[in-house]
C-alpha cells in the first residue's frame, strides 16, 4: 500500500471508531442516571449510612453527565476499537500472523474487561481505606468529580494493564521474546511489576496495589506457558 493508501485506511478505521463512540456516548448520555448509580456503588458499599455527593459548582452536574458518557462510549466500543486497530495492522502481517486476529481482539476485550471488574470490586476497599487513614472526624461529602475521575481512573488503569498478557503472549508468536528467557527473568519481572503496580495504582492504597500486581504475575507466568504451548 501507498501512504496515501495508509492514510485513507486510517480515515476508514478512526471514521468507524467516531461513530460508534459517538452513539454509544450518546445512549450514555440518555441512561446518565443508572451509569451512575452503577459508580456509585462503591462510595455506598464504603459508607452505607452516607454516600451523597456534594455539588458546589453549577457546572458539575453537566460536566459529570459528559464525563460518564464519554467513558462509557470508549469502553463500550472497546471491541470495535480493538478489531478496527487490528484491521489496520493486519495488511503489514504474514497469513500466519494474521489468523490470531479474532482470538487476540476476543482475549484483549475479556482481559480489558476483567481488569475493569476487579478494580469495580477493589475500589470500595481503597474508598475505605483512604477514609481510614484521614480519620473519623472528617465528615466526608465527595465531589461527584473529583470522586468520578479517580474511579475512572482506576477502572481504565487496570483494564489497560490486564492486556499486559496479551501483549506478553503477542512478543512470544513475533520472537522478540522467547517463554525460556521470561522464565529465566521472572525474579526481576516481579518487582518491575509490584513497582509499576504501586506507581500507577490511582487512589494508592496497598489493597488495590496488590490486586493489581498479583493477576500481573500470574498472568507472566502464564503467558510463558502459553508460549511454550504455541511453538510446540
Not at 92 to 100: D, I, N, P
Amino acid at each position: 500500500m501507498t501512504l496515501g493508501e495508509h492514510l485513507g485506511e486510517l480515515r476508514q478505521r478512526f471514521l468507524i471508531i467516531a461513530v460508534c463512540v459517538t452513539v454509544i456516548a450518546i445512549l450514555g448520555f440518555i441512561f446518565y442516571t443508572h451509569l451512575l448509580s452503577i459508580l456509585q456503588n462503591p462510595y455506598c458499599a464504603a459508607n452505607p449510612k452516607h454516600c451523597k455527593f456534594l455539588v458546589t459548582n453549577p457546572l458539575d452536574g453537566l460536566n459529570l453527565r459528559v464525563k460518564i458518557a464519554l467513558f462509557s462510549g470508549v469502553v463500550i466500543s472497546s471491541p470495535v476499537i480493538l478489531w478496527e486497530v487490528w484491521r489496520f495492522i493486519t495488511p503489514g502481517l504474514k497469513a500466519k500472523e494474521r489468523r490470531y486476529a479474532i482470538p487476540f481482539v476476543a482475549a484483549s476485550v475479556l482481559f480489558f474487561c476483567a481488569g475493569m471488574v476487579l478494580a469495580y470490586f477493589s475500589f470500595a476497599q481503597a474508598v475505605r481505606w483512604l477514609e481510614d487513614i484521614g480519620g473519623k472526624t472528617l465528615l466526608t461529602e465527595y465531589n461527584p468529580n473529583q470522586y468520578l475521575t479517580l474511579f475512572l481512573l482506576m477502572l481504565f488503569i487496570f483494564g489497560i494493564a490486564f492486556l499486559f498478557p496479551v501483549v506478553l503472549v503477542a512478543l512470544e508468536l513475533i520472537n522478540v521474546v522467547t517463554p525460556r528467557r521470561l522464565l529465566k527473568s521472572w525474579r526481576y519481572a516481579v518487582i518491575i511489576i509490584v513497582i509499576v503496580a504501586a506507581l500507577v495504582t490511582p487512589s494508592s492504597d496497598p489493597l488495590s496495589m496488590l490486586a493489581l500486581a498479583g493477576p500481573l504475575i500470574l498472568f507472566y507466568f502464564g503467558a510463558i506457558g502459553v508460549g511454550k504451548l504455541v511453538h510446540k
